[in-house]
């Protein structure tokens, strides 16, 4: 009846097929990028413009429903998982470059724009939109937006904050929240972080204004060989302490490079224990000198060999062997549980030896690939979900690597969310009073707390379930470390 109910509400303000309530169109819907959860929504909306969104909202609002955001549904932490008793959202029909300022330099976006056309409709004016995640032609610009994307080019373009310049959204209530905008200064409180990276528990976004960059003369990438993986961590932070900031530094381990050569064939070094891609780009000169400097401190952190792309096609063929590293390790495995957190540079060698002894004690195989400038890991856990024990095995491994991030200084996610994946571990990040100033910040929001319940934030009970209450005594670890 509740069912009917809410079909009938919606058919008031979107056309038929923009209701969907049958167990098989459903079905698509169960679940992100993280597939180990799934749960059916009870009902699916379509709207096809910003005033049709908000309509939804409005009813949602009034009948007291929650509402799931979803863009292309390739979130990693379970953002998108679907209420079993609420209205999932899709924002995938608004879907239009509303306007490209090559002037300004600037895009105005629909919020299912995929990130990649934002690239490719610039490119006419030789510009380009930097956040690039290996998703990107597939992922939209509002889930970019909830989940404050990163990418390769990141370390030195900035992630999704830092290349957005306005949001546009709507409450629960339906009412139009405006944030930043194309201008260099606004009026009113400067909440655009705020809602950049809030995983759809705040608004929903309707419009987003980015940042467009003019692409570089030139760019070309270094591939290193490393016999040993904590020396190729090491070499990254020797790299950033030279003061080189290239416009990527990777990081692949012999697994990943095993998993991903024979299917993408990018030329990597399969001797090698680890390689490390890094990329210079600019004016000619720019990056002959930059590409210079990488390769002596490379050598000097004892690099066994060394390879510089010759051509844009070789450039390109070196990134999209670590840019379809996940979809590799569905190759080699059946299920891969994709990890992300971020640690101090320095503590990446460390780091990685240590995961090399979880896999021994969790007796699963673990392929380890980087963001590795910024410090963000993403193990990719290998199990088979058909094996009894595996998953448990890996879910405890993956949370075994976040409460490492936070011992050794970092955080639980760099890039890919909390959602439903890593609410746990936000116990052992975040203190009760900082919990409590994230639920207030939702509540000033949402006050219902109807939009994406159950997801990033954890309660109380639930820490004290998980039995992870880490800062006692309000002894906080690495209390020097700034923390939202
Ligand atoms: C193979 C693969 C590689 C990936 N590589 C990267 C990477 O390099 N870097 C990276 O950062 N991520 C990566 N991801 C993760 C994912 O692609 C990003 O998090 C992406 O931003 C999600 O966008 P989406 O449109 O698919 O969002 P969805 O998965 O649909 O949603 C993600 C979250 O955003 C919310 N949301 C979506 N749209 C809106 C909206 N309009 N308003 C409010 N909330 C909204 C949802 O409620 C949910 O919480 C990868 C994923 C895959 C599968």
Not at 368 to 385: C, E, R, S
Request: glycine share 10%.
């Amino acid at each position: 009846m509740r069912q009917s109910e809410i079909v009938a509400a919606l058919r008031q303000v979107l056309p038929r097929e923009g209701v969907l309530w049958r167990d098989e169109d459903l079905r698509p819907y169960e679940c992100d990028g993280l597939t180990a959860f799934r749960q059916k929504p009870m009902i699916v909306a379509l709207p096809r413009t910003e005033e049709e969104a908000r309509q939804v909202l409005v009813i949602c609002r009034r009948l007291e429903v929650p509402v799931v955001a979803r863009g292309a549904g390739t979130g990693l932490s379970g953002g998108a998982t679907p209420h079993e008793s609420g209205v999932l959202l899709s924002l995938a029909r608004l879907n239009r470059i509303l306007e490209i300022d090559p002037v300004a330099r600037v895009a105005r976006l629909q919020p299912g724009v995929r990130n990649l056309q934002v690239s490719e409709a610039a490119a006419a004016h030789g510009l380009y939109y930097a956040p690039d995640p290996s998703s990107q032609i597939a992922c939209s610009i509002g889930g970019n937006v909830a989940e404050n994307s990163g990418g390769v080019h990141c370390l030195k373009y900035g992630l999704t904050v830092h290349n957005v310049l306005g949001v546009r959204g709507f409450t629960i209530d339906g009412d139009l929240i405006e944030l930043g905008g194309p201008g260099p200064d606004h009026p009113g409180l400067d909440l655009l972080a705020l809602v950049i990276g809030s995983e759809g528990l705040l608004l929903v976004v309707t419009e987003v204004t980015v940042k467009l960059i003019p692409r570089p003369q030139l760019a070309r990438v270094v591939m290193a060989s490393f016999s040993d993986v904590r020396q190729a961590g090491d070499a990254v932070a020797a790299i950033i302490a030279a003061g080189i900031i290239p416009a990527g530094l990777e990081m692949m381990d012999r697994k990943a490079t095993a998993a991903v050569e024979p299917f993408v064939k990018a030329g990597y070094d399969l001797a090698a224990e680890a390689i490390l891609l890094a990329e210079a780009d600019g004016t000619p000169e720019e990056v002959a000198e930059q590409i210079a400097e990488i390769e002596s401190v490379l050598q000097k952190a004892g690099a066994t060999a060394m390879v510089v792309s010759s051509s844009e096609a070789e450039r390109l063929r070196f990134w999209s062997g670590r840019k379809n590293a996940f979809p590799a390790a569905g190759r080699v495995s059946p299920d891969y549980y994709c990890m992300d957190g971020t640690i101090p540079r320095k503590n990446l060698g460390p780091m990685l030896q240590a995961i090399q002894g979880m896999e021994e004690r969790y007796a699963l195989r673990c392929m380890n690939v980087f963001h590795a400038g910024d410090g963000n890991l993403h193990p990719l856990i290998l199990f088979d979900a058909n094996r009894p024990g595996e998953w448990d095995r890996a879910d405890r491994f993956g949370a075994e690597i976040l409460e490492l991030c936070v011992r050794l200084g970092g955080t639980i996610t760099g890039e890919h969310g909390v959602g439903i994946e890593k609410i746990n571990s936000m116990c052992v990040q975040f203190s009760d009073s900082e919990r409590a100033a994230f639920f207030a910040v939702k509540a000033a929001f949402d006050p219902p707390g109807l939009l994406n319940p159950g997801k990033a934030i954890p309660t109380l009970a639930r820490c004290a379930e998980y039995g992870k209450m880490h800062v006692h005594a309000g002894v906080l670890p690495h209390a020097d470390l700034p923390r939202f």
